[in-house]
């Protein structure tokens, strides 16, 4: 197998890390076979790629043209992932704070909308930019973390984002809270698929539609939506459970000194 090799610490070290791209390529591959005919993968590079490089695993996925988007966790992730090299999109998954907002305006990165008002202030700096911005709907669907709820949040959101002028909605997303409680997950599914109807409703149609993490995706392939958003499993299969073919693509390594 042809692989290569990222070093996280300095070679001189007794110890390092091991990744292995030739098993990440194969990750993906699989993943991608698993995936309904129009459903996206969507690769989580949060935290730095969970420790193995950010930027050294875009580069791998970069190999497939299945793939035109990546998930970071801030708008730090995301500027530095740009800096890297990587020209596709990239949804930035948490609210960015009001001092990151020209710089992800300017470098095209997708924003988490949550709130109202975090609509009128991107839609103010895209205009004081005079650029377009580029966002997904964050939808509360029982995380509690950010997020409108369907309902009177979501219309509240709408009204906002029908008077911005340079905000472009392309996608509404939410996260599952607990994918051990079947009943839970359902309820959540079930509110998210109320958001977007009553989205659709208000004009917003051909939205990308996504909830499905790692775990999600191997116990709900039904919950797959447009896209899904995948991190631990391109690394590694479920730590319990049913195998699904992921190899680990990551081991610690050491010299023996004696």
């Not at 790629?49 to 050294?56: E, M």
């Not at 008002?117 to 950010?146: M, N, P």
């Not at 939410?174 to 004009?203: C, I, N, P, V, Y």
């Not at 797959?224 to 190899?247: C, E, K, N, S, T």
Request: net charge negative; hydrophobic share 45%.
């Amino acid at each position: 197998m042809n692989s290569e090799v990222h070093f996280d610490m300095d070679i001189m070290n007794n110890s390092y890390l091991y990744t292995d791209t030739g098993l990440l390529r194969k990750n993906i591959r699989t993943i991608l076979n698993t995936l309904p005919v129009g459903t996206k993968l969507i690769p989580v590079l949060k935290d730095d790629a969970y420790g193995l490089g950010a930027a050294q695993v875009a580069h791998t996925a970069a190999e497939f043209d299945e793939i035109d988007c990546v998930a970071v966790a801030n708008a730090a992730e995301g500027l530095a992932l740009r800096a890297s090299g990587w020209t596709r999109g990239i949804l930035v998954m948490s609210s960015a704070l009001p001092f990151q907002l020209a710089a992800a305006v300017e470098t095209g990165l997708t924003l988490a909308c949550a709130s109202v008002d975090f609509a009128r202030a991107l839609e103010e700096c895209a205009r004081s930019l005079a650029l377009r911005a580029r966002v997904h709907i964050k939808i509360d669907t029982g995380l509690h973390r950010i997020g409108v709820e369907p309902g009177g949040e979501l219309a509240a959101l709408i009204a906002a984002l029908d008077a911005a002028e340079s905000i472009d909605v392309e996608g509404v997303f939410s996260h599952f809270a607990d994918t051990d409680d079947a009943a839970l997950t359902a309820r959540q599914f079930a509110r998210f698929k109320s958001a977007a109807a009553q989205l659709e409703s208000a004009g917003y149609t051909g939205l990308m539609r996504h909830i499905s993490c790692s775990a999600a995706h191997e116990q709900y392939p039904q919950y797959a939506l447009d896209a899904v958003r995948i991190g631990r499993a391109l690394y590694m299969d479920a730590p319990q459970g049913a195998r699904h073919g992921i190899a680990e693509v990551a081991t610690w390594r050491s010299y023996v000194t004696a």
